[in-house]
């Protein structure tokens, strides 16, 4: 029954080393987004896609991109990771006809980063 | 611009007692309001949302909110708490139309002692 994938559950990084994390949804969703969780400071959103190739910058964009070559995969890119980006990020998704619960935002598990 | 606040990052309650997180938002336009629970190791489920129906919202493991206006206000109650209550709880807000955007509070952790 799992709607909103994301590929890895943790990961181990390198400062600098390019960092890719995939989010998958199987429920033909048009929007998706990119949040990032830290204690104390609750859920920022870094980018979301309303539509195949379009993509939005949320309110933390820095340091990273997005990419959406499909309307069921949403990639989140770190460039250049950073001590800084060691987070938990989660990916989620949400339809924009009423029948598919319009502003309800399924979510994935979750991808821990750690970045040395 | 909207915003939400959530007062407490930390509620503990005893098994059996009364929940009450709070909330309370900022919006320019009627907002959509939205209850979050995140349990260990988990990501994000739906508990309630208000979407300008009835002002009194019941959501899921007998959780339910109100929406009061004249407070800006849209706290999360439940009558007694279960040790599997146990999780961190996001209010979050968003003014609708063709924004899908949400925008999330701070997050509240409830503890439940038994």
């Known amino acids: 029954d799992v709607k909103v994938t994301q590929s890895s559950r943790y990961l181990v990084k390198r400062t600098g080393e390019k960092v890719f994390l995939e989010c998958v949804q199987d429920m033909d969703h048009e929007n998706m987004f990119w949040y990032r969780q830290d204690p104390g400071l609750g859920l920022r959103l870094i980018y979301f896609s309303y539509d195949v190739k379009m993509k939005e910058k949320g309110d933390i964009p820095e340091g990273y991109s997005v990419s959406r070559e499909k309307k069921e995969r949403f990639s989140l890119i770190l460039e250049s990771a950073s001590t800084n980006q060691t987070s938990m990020y989660l990916c989620a998704s949400t339809g924009t006809a009423p029948s598919s619960g319009a502003n309800v935002l399924t979510f994935g598990a979750g991808s821990r980063l750690t970045v040395l | 611009a909207q915003s939400v606040t959530q007062l407490g990052s930390h509620v503990s309650v005893s098994e059996g007692a009364l929940v009450l997180l709070r909330c309370n938002y900022s919006?320019?336009?009627?907002?959509?309001l939205f209850w979050y629970v995140q349990y260990p190791n988990q990501g994000l489920q739906l508990l309630l949302k208000?979407?300008?129906?009835?002002?009194l919202v019941k959501g899921i493991n007998g959780f339910e909110a109100e929406f009061k206006k004249s407070e800006t206000s849209f706290h999360l109650t439940k009558p007694s708490a279960h040790m599997s209550d146990a999780a961190e709880y996001f209010c979050?807000?968003?003014?609708?139309?063709?924004?899908?955007?949400?925008?999330f509070g701070k997050g509240t952790l409830l503890t439940v002692n038994p």
């Open positions: 208000y979407t300008s129906a009835a002002t």
């Open positions: 919006s320019s336009v009627p907002p959509y």
């Open positions: 979050a807000v968003n003014s609708g139309g063709s924004n899908y955007k949400l925008t």
